[in-house]
């Protein structure tokens, strides 16, 4: 059932609870059946298609919520919501109470007053929009008590409401700004200038008052209203309205729903849960506080209830070959504690333990839990703990055993823990973390999230124990009480999670995706980071000294050419020097929550042509963001102990399937400035004799386009080896190929990745800063050439529409259920990613497969290179020199030979100093 309307519905909703802290609260909704608008004129909304049914089976939904929540909702048949909400509104304005109103409605702008206010959710934008009667006069060019009037001319397509034919609302507004209201623009009809103008309103009077009648809301019905009953009160159920927020899988709501209750006058959360039970031989453990650590919803997900947990706190180094003999019968989850969250600069606090009573198995009834504490910073006095080398010693055998398995929750991260005290973690068995990303990689994938979506537990955030903010504490500073729950519900619950996800997993029959290229790959992203990537310092600091006179220089001449100083970084006095002092346009441009108008990255592009300070203000933005985020924060990032970056990839982040990076973001890093490639040259080899290879795919999705889409030209163009753009673009200009100029292939070129991103006609004619009608011209003759492309377009737009998700070629699915929305923004982004995921998602699982085959290869060469860097299609290895063509004779048929395509897969290897030259 789709629940996309209930979860916006009800995230304004709890926005405006949050934010306004109303001590009143009311909700109204139109009921079936005609009212009095209907009566007076039979064509009101009779234009409007039918509600679709994936939203009217949603109303049902968002009611129970607001009856869940304690929310009174009122209604009067015969009559609109507007008009409900009109009369309470202006009831409790008369009495000097602010009101707000919730809305998507415009024409409760006719309502605003000083005391009441209209909010409206709005797209693109955080928060709710704010309107004031300076706010509608702004927006609109009219007053709130002109609104029914400026309705009244234009009239309203959504409810058929006619208007005046031929008034559109520029003209109504200069009619209003001259005549104030209707009834004096009709009185004084013979001062209208045109003639056009006035004799359209002559003719059309009796359509002008009946459109006046229909646009204004009734604010004196008789509507049976008892304010007390509207105070936020706690809900009447919270029990019932928590099963709620989890059987809509409205996980972010259900974690915030103890702050949000604290408006309802809920000051300790949400109602006690039950717990599960904990048992343990006393003096070994804290019995059953682990209650403290998750709770667990009956009957809100699938599991009948969770495992017996017993949990013991190891402090004995006597009692640590017992545990190994535990161990070693697998398979068993692991967790640590540390303190920080960078691995690689962590220092282990706690390991804690979990697996099955019986011997090898995977079943959840019944769970064993250790905790031991090796690396809490507490007096001597306090509560024993293992020493830390002994501990380590007694653990490695079975840590690096391959044939036993490890069951974690992002293994990555304790991989690199251990690695830091010469442990080599083998044997990964699930990693639960990596399978809720294959089950649905759009939703949070954290150990607490997953927790709560697939089991229903609720678990304590670490927040908890170490506070947030400037008052933060590391894990190592906390007492040794509350972390052996916290880190053992933690092991006990990923052993449990991953056992169902694994189930999951192979009843979508995706369990090969699973265990041979996704888990494979953590060990293989784990040896990257541990390696790292050496950095040019010097070269950084020179960069950054001339992009600091580059940037100063910049503001220099942006203040001069708008005539005075300003701070360019404050959105606010920029909005000013863009829409006050130089009268930029505003038409397209979004406001801010604040009201004003947006100056975001995207405003800014659409105003560019406009005016050049603007242009300058984009440049000035990308300059400061790679000093910033570069030529200032990388040398930053640098490791004390090995001086060298140590990003972090990550698996679980891009929903198409490729990888991402962090502390740096390396894919972000700009490659068409010759200063973004400037950053690149920082990147170097660590030894003086070495240098660095990269081995990039070339066109690696339009070469899988031609393999989905059988296309005989695309087939034919690859086979062949030819230059793809020259070929687009002597195929839809009609040309020779050696007639095909730079400028028309860089034009076939952005059609190529435009269709293989799913780019629309408006999207490419502002790429390529073309007249739209052109570019549905070239689109066209692309299509009449391609026939086979536009065909994979179609099908994969219907079958996302039929299914609710794509497929790569190895079965990752992304999920699309926004391709059966009714709003059209929504529709066409889920359609474009229709198209798009397959390719890039495959793209994904092709250099995936070919990172895991070279990083087996490697070792058994001989050579010492190693793998060191993944940007989108490119892999970066760092060697000596004389390893060269070893390297490239290794890597080469990897790479091309990992996946069988109707077209040859083609490697570009390339070999430099550093990263820029290498590219």
Not at 5 to 12: I, Q, S
Not at 158 to 179: H, M, R, W, Y
Not at 716 to 730: K, L, N, S
Not at 795 to 807: D, L, P, R, S
Request: contains cysteine.
């Amino acid at each position: 059932t789709a629940t996309w309307a209930v979860f916006g519905f009800l995230r304004a909703m709890l926005e405006m609870i949050k934010t306004r802290k109303p001590e009143c609260l009311a909700v109204s909704f139109d009921l079936p059946g005609a009212t009095f608008r209907d009566d007076m004129y039979e064509k009101y909304k009779s234009h409007r298609p039918p509600m679709p049914d994936d939203l009217q089976s949603q109303l049902p939904l968002i009611r129970e919520v607001v009856e869940r929540f304690g929310i009174p909702i009122y209604t009067l048949a015969g009559f609109e919501a507007d008009d409900v909400i009109g009369s309470i509104a202006k009831r409790a304005a008369r009495n000097g109470q602010t009101v707000y109103i919730l809305t998507g409605d415009q024409d409760t702008m006719q309502l605003v007053e000083e005391h009441i206010r209209v909010l409206t959710p709005q797209s693109g934008v955080d928060g709710l929009v704010e309107y004031g009667p300076d706010t509608v006069l702004e927006r609109y060019g009219v007053t709130p008590e002109q609104f029914i009037d400026y309705k009244a001319l234009i009239g309203d397509t959504s409810d058929n409401i006619p208007g005046v034919p031929g008034i559109g609302p520029k003209t109504a507004v200069k009619l209003l700004e001259q005549f104030q209201t209707v009834d004096n623009l009709v009185a004084n009809i013979d001062k209208v200038k045109p003639d056009r103008i006035r004799d359209l309103i002559a003719n059309n009077l009796e359509l002008l008052r009946l459109s006046h009648t229909l646009s204004a809301i009734i604010t004196d019905v008789e509507v049976d209203f008892d304010q007390a009953k509207c105070k936020l009160t706690p809900p009447p159920d919270i029990q019932a309205l928590r099963d709620l927020l989890a059987r809509l899988e409205f996980n972010t709501l259900l974690r915030e729903l103890p702050e949000t209750l604290k408006h309802f006058g809920v000051m300790d959360g949400a109602a006690p849960a039950a717990t599960p039970d904990a048992e343990g031989p006393a003096g070994e453990g804290p019995g059953d506080s682990d209650a403290l650590w998750f709770d667990f919803q009956a009957d809100s997900t699938p599991a009948a209830r969770p495992p017996t947990l017993n949990m013991t706190i190891v402090t004995d180094p006597a009692d640590l070959p017992d545990l190994v003999r535990r161990l070693a019968q697998g398979p068993f989850a692991i967790d640590t504690e540390t303190t920080n969250v960078r691995a690689l600069q962590a220092d282990l606090v706690g390991i804690s333990l979990a697996l099955s009573p019986e011997p090898g198995a995977t079943t959840t009834d019944k769970l064993d839990s250790y905790y031991l504490p090796v690396g809490h910073a507490l007096p001597t006095d306090t509560v024993a703990q293992l020493p830390l080398e002994a501990t380590l010693a007694a653990l490695r055998p079975v840590l690096e055993d391959p044939t036993i398995g490890k069951i974690g929750h992002n293994l990555k991260y304790d991989i690199n823990v251990f690695s830091r005290y010469g442990i080599h973690l083998r044997g990964v068995a699930d990693d639960s973390m990596i399978a809720d990303y294959i089950l649905d990689p759009e939703r949070a994938h954290g150990l607490k999230e997953a927790a709560l979506g697939q089991l229903g537990y609720t678990m304590t955030p670490i927040t908890a124990l170490i506070g947030t903010g400037v008052k933060a504490i590391t894990m190592d500073k906390v007492l040794t009480e509350p972390p052996p729950g916290y880190a053992a519900a933690d092991a006990a619950v990923t052993f449990e999670l991953s056992h169902l996800e694994r189930t999951k997993i192979g009843e979508m029959g995706l369990l090969d995706l699973y265990e041979n290229i996704e888990l494979p790959l953590v060990v293989v992203l784990a040896h990257m980071e541990q390696h790292g990537v050496a950095l040019d310092v010097e070269h950084l600091r020179r960069l950054s000294k001339q992009l600091a006179e580059q940037i100063g220089a910049l503001e220099q001449k942006v203040c001069l050419l708008v005539g005075r100083e300003f701070n360019l970084n404050s959105p606010k006095q920029l909005s000013v020097v863009l829409f006050e002092d130089l009268q930029l346009p505003t038409a397209g441009i979004k406001k801010n929550p604040s009201g004003g108008f947006s100056t975001d990255a995207a405003m800014l592009e659409k105003l560019a042509p406009k005016h050049e300070a603007v242009r300058m203000i984009l440049e000035y933005r990308q300059l400061t963001k790679l000093k910033s985020t570069y030529a200032d924060s990388l040398p930053e990032l640098i490791h004390p102990v090995t001086k060298r970056l140590h990003t972090s990839l990550n698996q679980t982040v891009a929903a198409t399937g490729r990888l991402s990076s962090t502390d740096p973001n390396l894919q972000n890093i700009p490659v068409k400035s010759e200063l973004g490639r400037e950053i690149r040259r920082a990147f170097v080899a660590g030894n003086p004799d070495g240098v660095l290879m990269s081995a990039d795919y070339s066109q690696i999705e339009l070469r899988l386009l031609a393999h989905y889409s059988e296309d005989p030209a695309f087939l034919e163009a690859f086979r062949q080896g030819e230059d793809i753009h020259r070929r687009t673009a002597a195929e839809i200009f009609g040309m020779n190929p050696e007639q095909v100029t730079s400028d028309l292939r860089r034009i076939a070129k952005t059609v190529n990745f435009g269709i293989a991103y799913g780019q629309t006609a408006f999207g490419l004619a502002q790429t390529l800063n073309v007249p739209q009608k052109e570019v549905a011209t070239i689109i066209e003759r692309f299509r009449t050439r391609y026939p086979r492309v536009q065909q994979f377009v179609t099908q994969m737009i219907a079958f996302a529409k039929e299914n609710g998700f794509v497929t790569t070629l190895t079965g990752r699915r992304r999920f699309l259920p926004d391709a059966m929305s009714p709003n059209r923004n929504l529709r066409e982004l889920a359609e474009r990613m229709a198209v798009n995921t397959p390719l890039q998602g495959t793209a994904a699982d092709i250099i995936k497969m070919a990172m895991i085959q070279v990083h087996d290869r490697l070792p058994k060469s001989g050579l010492s290179a190693r793998m060191i860097l993944q940007v989108h299609d490119e892999l970066v290895f760092e060697l000596p020199k004389d390893e060269i063509e070893p390297l490239k004779a290794l890597i080469r048929p990897i790479m091309e030979g990992v996946m069988q395509l109707k077209v040859p897969l083609q490697v570009d290897i390339n070999t430099a100093a550093n990263w820029m030259e290498a590219k």
